[in-house]
């Protein structure tokens, strides 16, 4: 897919992320949120340990590809000629009456307006080899396991450095098909940073983040809730899967 692109291609010492670290959702992998803080001491300062260890020999890598864009309906069109179709879901209903039903697509500048938009797309890892560092220890593993979770969040922070905005990731409430990996690989080339995607659209290595980041000034999260039937219609019709494929990769 050729596309014309300002790509940045990076990486991410430890130390570099250590003050971008969600400790708060850390502590909820582990179960322990909301409970005293010194139900947090120990895990924590095994954390920090473990940290300690990893710095200088692992990093994070990221890409984030700045395109030019316009919406058409719930669907985003993205690249030199707008080549590429990127669909969207939409809300079924709202927590608060009057509200309005809100896509993704609505915080990028429609195509009928006659100007160009952009969005940014991002993937982040970490390297690989860490999975099977501490296989031999149940409690190290998972520790290892969460905390490059939280690692791979915070290099999608840090690039917000680079593009500020929201970063609705692939897998999230707001952007629940797993298939949009799919087209996103097809921009970013993940493989360059050492991602592979499973059938299913998951990313490997585990601790891998993909998404958007859109700039619009009033861009925020939402929870595309529960699909009706009428939209998987639609959304599977314009993704171009039949009902049986797209419900495959819709993640609850």
Same mark, same amino acid.
């Given at each position: 897919?050729?596309?014309?692109?300002? /790509?940045?291609?990076?990486?991410?010492?430890?130390?570099?992320?250590?003050?971008?670290?969600?400790?708060?959702?850390?502590?909820?992998?582990?179960?322990?949120?909301? /409970?005293?803080?010194?139900?947090?001491?120990?895990?924590?300062?095994?954390?920090?340990?473990?940290?300690?260890?990893?710095?200088?020999?692992?990093?994070?890598?990221?890409?984030?590809?700045?395109?030019?864009?316009?919406?058409?309906?719930?669907?985003?069109?993205?690249?030199?000629?707008?080549?590429?179709?990127?669909?969207?879901?939409?809300?079924?209903?709202?927590?608060?009456?009057?509200?309005?039903?809100?896509?993704?697509?609505?915080?990028?500048?429609?195509?009928?307006?006659?100007?160009?938009?952009?969005?940014?797309?991002?993937?982040?890892?970490?390297?690989?080899?860490?999975?099977?560092?501490?296989?031999?220890?149940?409690?190290?593993?998972?520790?290892?396991?969460?905390?490059?979770?939280?690692?791979?969040?915070?290099?999608?922070?840090?690039?917000?450095?680079?593009?500020?905005?929201?970063?609705?990731?692939?897998?999230?409430?707001?952007?629940?098909?797993?298939?949009?990996?799919?087209?996103?690989?097809?921009?970013?080339?993940?493989?360059?940073?050492?991602? @592979?995607?499973?059938?299913?659209?998951?990313?490997?290595?585990?601790? @891998?983040?993909?998404?958007?980041?859109?700039?619009?000034?009033?861009?925020?999260?939402?929870?595309?809730?529960?699909?009706?039937?009428?939209?998987?219609?639609?959304?599977?019709?314009?993704?171009?899967?039949?009902?049986? /494929?797209?419900?495959?990769?819709?993640?609850?």
């Amino acid at each position: 897919m050729e596309l014309e692109t300002r /790509k940045l291609k990076l990486s991410y010492t430890i130390s570099e992320l250590r003050p971008l670290i969600s400790w708060q959702y850390f502590y909820y992998a582990w179960g322990v949120a909301g /409970k005293p803080e010194a139900d947090h001491e120990s895990l924590r300062q095994d954390a920090e340990d473990m940290l300690d260890e990893w710095e200088g020999i692992y990093r994070t890598r990221a890409m984030l590809v700045r395109l030019p864009a316009n919406s058409d309906g719930d669907d985003i069109l993205v690249g030199k000629n707008l080549e590429v179709r990127i669909p969207m879901l939409r809300q079924q209903r709202t927590d608060k009456p009057g509200e309005p039903l809100l896509s993704l697509a609505d915080f990028i500048r429609p195509l009928s307006q006659g100007i160009r938009d952009e969005i940014g797309v991002f993937c982040t890892t970490m390297d690989s080899d860490i999975e099977t560092r501490y296989a031999e220890d149940p409690y190290l593993r998972m520790l290892s396991m969460t905390l490059a979770d939280r690692l791979a969040e915070a290099t999608a922070e840090k690039l917000n450095t680079e593009m500020p905005g929201i970063r609705p990731a692939v897998g999230y409430p707001v952007m629940p098909d797993m298939s949009i990996n799919f087209i996103l690989d097809g921009i970013l080339n993940m493989k360059q940073i050492g991602i @592979s995607l499973t059938e299913s659209g998951m990313m490997q290595p585990h601790s @891998s983040i993909s998404g958007l980041i859109f700039t619009h000034p009033v861009a925020r999260y939402f929870n595309v809730g529960p699909i009706g039937e009428d939209q998987l219609n639609d959304y599977a019709r314009r993704r171009g899967f039949t009902i049986e /494929k797209m419900n495959r990769f819709i993640k609850p």
